[in-house]
C-alpha cells in the first residue's frame, strides 16, 4: 500500500498513525478474502486504496466501504467521477455493469464474454434509451468492458473478480430473499461443469445477499447453502468508516 501510494504521489495524504490506521481496515477486507480461498488480494487493495484517494482528495461526507460489494460499487463511482463530458448517473453506471455482468456470467457461472449484440440487446431491456451508447460508455469512458479481438464480436469485463461481485449484486437486487429463486439458482450452479471453477462466483454471490439483504445472516437458507458446498463458514468482517 505505501509504495502504491508513494508511486501516486499520494502518500502525503495519510499523516502518521492515520496510515496504519486504513491498512488496518484494507488488512481486514483481505483476510476475509484469504478466508474464502482467493487469490486477488492485489487487485482488492489496488481498488481500496484508489477509492481511499478519492476520499481523501475531496470526499469527506461518505464512509469507506465496509464490505467487498460496497468497494466494488465504490470502485465504479469513482471511475465515473472522472468523465467529464456526457456523463451518465452513477445509478444508471450501477444497473447497466450489473446487468452486463451477470449477462456474462449466466451461462457458466464463470466470468466470460458475450455477444454485443445480447448486451446491447439486455440493456434495451432494461432501458430503452441509447443502449448501445450506454455500452460504449462503460468500455471507452470506464475501460471496465474490453472487445474481444479479432472478431469485435464478443465483448467481456477486464477484470473477472469485479465481473463476480456485480453479477452477484444484480441477482441479490432481482432476487432479494425469494427463497424459490434462490432454489433455481443453485440448483443451475449445481449442474455447471467443475465446481471449484465456479466457487468465486459463488462466495461472491454470498457476500452481496449479507452486505444487501437487510437483516440476512449467516444461517439464511442462501449463504448456509453455498458455504456447505464449499465446506466452509464464512463470515463477513465489517470495515470501520
Given at each position: 500500500?505505501?509504495?502504491?501510494?508513494?508511486?501516486?504521489?499520494?502518500?502525503?495524504?495519510?499523516?502518521?498513525?492515520?496510515?496504519?490506521?486504513?491498512?488496518?481496515?484494507?488488512?481486514?477486507?483481505?483476510?476475509?478474502?484469504?478466508?474464502?480461498?482467493?487469490?486477488?488480494?492485489?487487485?482488492?487493495?489496488?481498488?481500496?486504496?484508489?477509492?481511499?484517494?478519492?476520499?481523501?482528495?475531496?470526499?469527506?461526507?461518505?464512509?469507506?466501504?465496509?464490505?467487498?460489494?460496497?468497494?466494488?460499487?465504490?470502485?465504479?463511482?469513482?471511475?465515473?467521477?472522472?468523465?467529464?463530458?456526457?456523463?451518465?448517473?452513477?445509478?444508471?453506471?450501477?444497473?447497466?455493469?450489473?446487468?452486463?455482468?451477470?449477462?456474462?456470467?449466466?451461462?457458466?457461472?464463470?466470468?466470460?464474454?458475450?455477444?454485443?449484440?445480447?448486451?446491447?440487446?439486455?440493456?434495451?431491456?432494461?432501458?430503452?434509451?441509447?443502449?448501445?451508447?450506454?455500452?460504449?460508455?462503460?468500455?471507452?469512458?470506464?475501460?471496465?468492458?474490453?472487445?474481444?479481438?479479432?472478431?469485435?464480436?464478443?465483448?467481456?469485463?477486464?477484470?473477472?473478480?469485479?465481473?463476480?461481485?456485480?453479477?452477484?449484486?444484480?441477482?441479490?437486487?432481482n432476487y432479494d430473499n425469494n427463497e424459490?429463486?434462490?432454489?433455481?439458482?443453485?440448483?443451475?450452479?449445481?449442474?455447471?461443469?467443475?465446481?471449484?471453477?465456479?466457487?468465486?462466483?459463488?462466495?461472491?454471490?454470498?457476500?452481496c445477499y449479507l452486505a444487501k439483504i437487510?437483516?440476512?445472516?449467516?444461517?439464511?437458507?442462501?449463504?448456509?447453502?453455498?458455504?456447505?458446498?464449499?465446506?466452509?463458514?464464512?463470515?463477513?468482517?465489517?470495515?470501520?468508516?
Amino acid at each position: 500500500m505505501e509504495k502504491y501510494l508513494e508511486k501516486l504521489g499520494k502518500l502525503h495524504l495519510f499523516q502518521g498513525s492515520q496510515f496504519h490506521y486504513v491498512c488496518g481496515d484494507l488488512a481486514k477486507l483481505l483476510e476475509e478474502i484469504r478466508i474464502q480461498g482467493r487469490s486477488t488480494t492485489v487487485l482488492f487493495a489496488k481498488l481500496y486504496a484508489d477509492v481511499l484517494i478519492a476520499k481523501m482528495e475531496g470526499i469527506k461526507d461518505e464512509k469507506l466501504p465496509q464490505n467487498i460489494p460496497d468497494l466494488m460499487l465504490a470502485y465504479l463511482k469513482e471511475l465515473n467521477r472522472d468523465v467529464t463530458e456526457h456523463k451518465l448517473t452513477n445509478r444508471t453506471v450501477y444497473e447497466d455493469a450489473q446487468l452486463l455482468a451477470w449477462e456474462c456470467l449466466k451461462l457458466t457461472y464463470r466470468p466470460a464474454s458475450t455477444k454485443i449484440k445480447d448486451a446491447i440487446n439486455a440493456l434495451s431491456i432494461l432501458s430503452s434509451q441509447n443502449a448501445e451508447q450506454r455500452l460504449n460508455y462503460l468500455e471507452e469512458k470506464l475501460h471496465l468492458l474490453q472487445t474481444n479481438l479479432p472478431s469485435q464480436e464478443n465483448v467481456r469485463f477486464v477484470l473477472d473478480p469485479v465481473a463476480e461481485y456485480l453479477a452477484g449484486l444484480h441477482l441479490v437486487e432481482n432476487y432479494d430473499n425469494n427463497e424459490s429463486k434462490w432454489r433455481d439458482f443453485l440448483i443451475d450452479a449445481d449442474f455447471q461443469n467443475a465446481p471449484e471453477a465456479i466457487k468465486g462466483f459463488m462466495l461472491a454471490v454470498r457476500d452481496c445477499y449479507l452486505a444487501k439483504i437487510p437483516g440476512a445472516k449467516d444461517t439464511d437458507f442462501l449463504p448456509q447453502e453455498i458455504a456447505s458446498r464449499y465446506n466452509r463458514t464464512i463470515t463477513a468482517v465489517p470495515v470501520s468508516p
